[in-house]
């Protein structure tokens, strides 16, 4: 017999259960009795200085390193916020589309395009050629006379 299943009431039980996916999937439990911390004794909220990521817990009241949220945020993503990541990316790619090979190589690019923009072009021009003739040819050209 499961103990579980006999002692604990259902509602209960998927309370545990919503609680357990809450917390691997690494979410701030969204439960209406806001839980308090066992270090400061406060409601474990961003506003009153606390914070999870991936798993670990922050409480800034309390925190032997002196950081606020935000600061253990940053370095718990590495030191970096969502801009400076991006930002980083756009440089990275500025630098790489300076690299002389690269260039090159969109150079060429640009080139063969260029050409091929132009070949597409003159190949539609006959084909239009070739469709008003033939139009000229199909209407002049009248059977039932
Ligand atoms: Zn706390």
Not at 40 to 65: I, K, L, Q
Not at 113 to 132: I, L, P, V, W
Request: hydrophobic share 25%.
């Amino acid at each position: 017999m499961d103990w579980v299943k006999v002692n604990v009431p259902r509602v209960t039980r998927w309370r545990w259960k919503v609680q357990q996916e809450v917390m691997e999937a690494g979410v701030p439990a969204l439960t209406r009795k806001k839980s308090i911390c066992t270090k400061c004794h406060r409601r474990t909220t961003r506003e009153m200085g606390h914070s999870r990521y991936e798993g670990r817990f922050f409480c800034e009241a309390t925190d032997p390193s002196g950081l606020t949220v935000d600061q253990w945020l940053n370095e718990q993503r590495g030191g970096l916020t969502p801009q400076d990541v991006h930002q980083k990316r756009l440089q990275k790619m500025r630098e790489y589309n300076r690299m002389p090979e690269v260039r090159e190589r969109s150079n060429r690019w640009e080139r063969e395009n260029r050409r091929k923009k132009k070949e597409g072009e003159e190949e539609r021009r006959k084909q239009e050629e070739e469709d008003s003739h033939g139009m000229r040819k199909d209407e002049g050209e009248c059977w039932n006379n």
